[in-house]
């Protein structure tokens, strides 16, 4: 009888699933070097000016970690801090704007 219990017990080969074609990429479009380079956002500015910071303050800290210490920093930061770095965005982007009307009328 122990026998026959074993075989019931054991579990059954599950069915082979089928093979599933892979879809063929579509080719990036090259991006041309000439062309301008996208403004930043403002929170891209204060973690550009905050990271340092972070970095001396935390030394152990990898990327990630300062990525989160950033993030929790920009969140605490009122409006009145944040409207510098909004400041600093929209010149960019303006920038940007500027820029991006002379490459087209050069293209």
Request: hydrophobic share 30%.
């Amino acid at each position: 009888m122990a026998k026959a219990e074993a075989k019931k017990a054991t579990p059954k080969k599950a069915a082979a699933k089928p093979k599933v074609e892979k879809k063929e990429k579509k080719a990036k479009k090259e991006k041309d070097p000439n062309a301008p380079k996208r403004g930043l956002g403002s929170y891209m500015f204060f973690a550009q000016a905050k990271r340092g910071e972070v970095k001396a303050k935390n030394p152990t800290y990898g990327l990630g970690e300062i990525g989160k210490e950033l993030g929790a920093m920009w969140k605490a930061l009122g409006d009145k801090e944040k409207s510098k770095y909004e400041d600093m965005a929209k010149k960019d982007k303006e920038r940007y704007e500027k820029e991006l009307a002379k490459y087209k009328a050069k293209k």
